[in-house]
């Protein structure tokens, strides 16, 4: 499988991005896809991860209540995470990842090109 990211940006604390992530190839719509950040100097940290039919959704404990991660209603394959109330911790690159079943891990199978997102406070 291979993955397309795509959003991100430049936003002021308090605002809003979404970020999608498409992905293709043989049996795309059996992988989970998650969500991944990295700011400079920190490791890489989960974010969000949805599976197949999104049937298991997760979120890391900094980002609930604020982000949501989903399908496309049109093209499953498609997935969106939406941010709402950034705040200037969430400055980091973004990366989708995919994974065969319904989990993500460390063990991702395939990521896509990161994508910067900035928070300005």
């Known amino acids: 499988v291979q993955l397309q990211a795509s959003g991100g940006g430049l936003v002021q604390a308090g605002g809003s991005l979404r970020l999608s992530c498409e992905a293709s190839?043989?049996?795309?719509?059996?992988?989970?896809v998650g969500w991944f950040r990295q700011a400079p100097g920190k490791e890489r940290e989960g974010v969000s991860c949805i599976s197949p039919g999104s049937t298991k959704i997760n979120y890391a404990d900094f980002v609930k209540g604020r982000f949501t991660i989903s399908r496309d209603n049109t093209k499953s394959t498609v997935v969106h995470l939406q941010m709402n109330n950034l705040e200037s911790e969430d400055t980091a690159v973004y990366y989708c990842?995919?994974?065969?079943?319904?989990?993500?891990?460390?063990?991702?199978?395939?990521w896509g090109q990161g994508t910067q997102v900035t928070v300005s406070s």
């Open positions: 190839g043989n049996n795309a719509d059996y992988y989970a």
């Open positions: 990842a995919a994974r065969f079943g319904s989990v993500c891990n460390d063990n991702m199978a395939a």
